[in-house]
């Protein structure tokens, strides 16, 4: 549950899990913007291996632990001057973002993930903060779109590039660095928002496709699949959050990009990757995004508070 203040934290009992670090940057190959390296957080070290011992026998000799990572996935940027911290009440807002029931078990739809990507695609955007890059999705048809806190860090304005070529200014309109989640809110026209789905009905195995700019090449598309429900971690030393795990490749530039089911609903927001520790940022098939239920609670807070 959120408290006064909107941040979200663990629940009773649970073990804190893996916290947020310091995002790395490096330039992407392709683009002279560089792309944001997610941000990491170290996961407990996988178990120790044993050498087999010689004759004479010696006692096991423990291999060295290589600590786990994980690395936010989006481009870098500092926190929004359009008011960070999220309080409670303002205007009524419920009905401004939508959601979207998952579809019927007994649907005759055939899910594709080409047809979801279709679908997600012209409402994912490309967002630029200073030297920073990152990516995000449309959410309402104010022209509202939500990314990673992390992506916009520092900025109240930045600007924004659709899957059409067009390019907008946009207004930070709030961020909450408890959840990473941050709201704009673009100039002129955008494009139609993307459906939101829930998290609730997310079940391990279920396929699901990312998509936003990892490297800076827009419009990416990976698949992969729901690998865990419930993954607690901490943001920068903030309580424990739960999080979706997929394979679905995540890179540097996918922070704050959807990852959706393959009714083309986004799910959740990708916000970090796991590296093992002492290598360069890159996907080793562990991502973690933010549930979209609760990015959705932030967003309309966010909104509310602006």
Not at 29 to 46: K, S, Y
Not at 113 to 128: K, M, N
Not at 210 to 225: D, E, F, N, R
């Amino acid at each position: 549950m959120a408290d006064q203040q909107g941040h979200l934290g663990g629940r009773a009992g649970r073990r804190a899990g893996p916290e947020f670090v310091t995002p790395l940057h490096r330039a992407p190959p392709t683009r002279p913007v560089p792309a944001a390296v997610p941000t990491r957080i170290r996961l407990p070290p996988p178990a120790a291996a044993h050498d087999v011992p010689p004759t004479p026998v010696r006692p096991p000799v423990r291999a060295p632990r290589r600590a786990l990572s994980v690395t936010a996935c989006l481009v870098a940027g500092a926190v929004a001057g359009a008011g960070a911290g999220l309080m409670a009440g303002g205007a009524d807002v419920a009905t401004v973002i939508r959601q979207q029931p998952p579809a019927a078990a007994g649907s005759s739809a055939v899910p594709d993930a080409q047809a979801a990507a279709a679908a997600l695609l012209p409402s994912v955007v490309d967002i630029r903060a200073g030297n920073s890059r990152g990516s995000g999705f449309v959410i309402d048809d104010q022209g509202r779109v939500m990314t990673n806190n992390h992506v916009v860090q520092g900025y109240s304005r930045v600007s924004v590039a659709y899957a059409d070529g067009r390019e907008s200014a946009a207004r930070v309109v709030g961020a909450d660095p408890a959840t990473d989640i941050a709201v704009l809110e673009v100039a002129g026209s955008a494009p139609a928002a993307a459906a939101l789905g829930t998290s609730s009905a997310l079940r391990i195995g279920q396929p699901v496709i990312a998509v936003g700019a990892p490297l800076g090449l827009s419009s990416s598309v990976t698949a992969g699949i729901v690998s865990a429900t419930d993954r607690t971690a901490r943001l920068g030393g903030q309580p424990g959050l739960p999080m979706v795990q997929t394979d679905a490749s995540i890179n540097p530039g996918n922070s704050g990009g959807p990852l959706a089911n393959l009714q083309g609903q986004v799910i959740g927001v990708n916000t970090a990757l796991a590296t093992v520790g002492g290598a360069e940022a890159g996907n080793i098939g562990i991502g973690f995004a933010v549930p979209i239920d609760r990015a959705i609670d932030v967003a309309r807070q966010i909104i509310a508070n602006d």
